[in-house]
């Protein structure tokens, strides 16, 4: 596979590339894989997601997932979806799939990743004090200083009664 992802990953790192055509491109290669290759289904995914094409994103992400993927693409695919579906109204089922991806590693490589895209969910469905607390808790410790002080203020925002 390490042939066939680089060259996906040409493709995505190409800027001179329009949308349309980093389509083409990655269901060109996705061709090469059988229908059913989760991860060809989770790069023609994301190439409509980030066209702007949602509802196109939605059920190629979704079988991706069900395929099954390797776990660091089975996070992103995870955040991908659930941002897709926020962005489709789909509010409630994206905080459920944030949440339990936020909650199911704390310490994993797109933790952070995941606790932004929590945040923007939460905002959307009218939750903004636990969305900030989401992300000050992420953001503490990469902070120089204070790591302790606004670890602690972001738990308080959340726990305060509004």
Known sequence: MGDWQDRVDAVWADSDLDAAEVIRRIDELAGERTADDAVALFERAGARDSAG???EAEPLYRRALTLGLDED?????TIQLASTIRNLGKTDEALALLREEYEREPRGAL???TAAFYALALVSSGEPERAAS???QALAPHL???TRSVTGYAREIAEEPR
């Open 73 to 77: 693409r089975r996070t992103q695919a």
């Open 144 to 146: 120089p200083r204070y």
């Open 53 to 55: 094409l949602e509802r």
């Open 134 to 136: 989401i992300a000050l």
């Open 111 to 113: 933790h952070d990743a």
